[in-house]
């Protein structure tokens, strides 16, 4: 497939019944989310379009449990892109967006739990052990039923630093 002309926007109310059917498109990679989560959520999603459909989406948290809030983390989280759309750019430009988004906050770091970290590892971020992000494994991977135990999940922690 030739790279396709692709737009990225901030997602609407409109989209949310489409980024649940994408996320759960992708559940053997992603945590699902309920419908009420994404609708609540909405102003921290970006959608990326291909001739007025959607073919990706992310979001990201901000994970207030650590410490002072200026030591705030930031979670990249229900990065997806459609099968037939992936390795073109896409998702590279959905996580760029988002990290450009959560940089005027000056997070600590920017976290994600991924199966995938070489492509996380190619935007900069870094694996770190899971003792490091207990905050994150106790309000949501406690949640999850993929695993019996956030230790033995295989999706793996990274983590990246923003400039200053």
């Known amino acids: 497939m030739n790279k396709p002309a692709y737009t990225l926007r901030a997602a609407t109310l409109v989209d949310a019944e489409k980024i649940f059917a ?3 498109l992708h559940k053997d990679d992603l ?3 309920p419908m ?3 609708v609540e959520n ?3 999603f970006i ?4 001739d007025g459909e959607m073919v990706g989406c992310a979001a990201y948290q901000v994970l207030a449990e650590i410490g002072s809030p200026l030591h705030a983390t930031v979670e ?3 990065v997806a892109v459609c099968a037939a759309y992936r390795r073109l750019g896409i998702g590279r430009a959905i996580v760029k967006a988002i990290l450009e ?5 000056r997070p600590a770091e920017v976290l994600v739990l991924t199966f995938a970290p070489e492509f996380f590892a190619s935007l900069g971020f870094h694996e770190i ?3 490091q992000v207990m905050h994150k494994l106790y309000s949501g991977c406690i949640n999850c039923t993929k695993h019996a135990n956030p230790f033995t999940c295989p999706e793996k922690a990274m983590v990246c630093r923003l400039a200053d």
């Open 22 to 24: 994408l996320v759960h």
């Open 31 to 33: 945590v699902p989310r």
């Open 36 to 38: 009420g989560n994404i």
């Open 42 to 44: 909405i102003d921290r």
């Open 47 to 50: 959608v990326a379009e291909v």
């Open 76 to 78: 990249v989280q229900s």
């Open 101 to 105: 988004r959560v940089a005027p906050f």
């Open 129 to 131: 052990p899971k003792t």
